[in-house]
């Protein structure tokens, strides 16, 4: 089970992301706007995912938050993390 804390500090990673500017595109704005306006499950989480996956892929992604973006992306594929949780806000 992952602490409360270690979720909460990777929400905030998330919020960082979303908000930019790293990962930089078009298609990680795109993400950004889902993330902002979807309310369906399935679109938002594939959002978030392609958005995780692109600031490990940029350079201008801090390294503290790159750190936490492997450490979720590896706690989502152990099946530990449910991206759900990241996007709800407490």
Request: glycine content about 6%; aromatic content about 2%; some cysteine.
């Amino acid at each position: 089970m992952i602490p409360p804390e270690e979720i909460e500090r990777w929400r905030g990673v998330v919020s960082r992301l979303r908000r930019g500017p790293a990962p930089r595109g078009e298609e990680f704005e795109v993400c950004r706007e889902i993330l902002a306006a979807t309310p369906a499950p399935p679109q938002r989480l594939q959002a978030l995912r392609l958005l995780l996956e692109g600031a490990m892929a940029d350079a201008h992604t801090a390294i503290v938050d790159a750190q936490d973006v492997m450490r979720l992306l590896k706690a989502c594929d152990r099946g530990e993390l449910d991206l759900r949780e990241l996007l709800e806000s407490r």
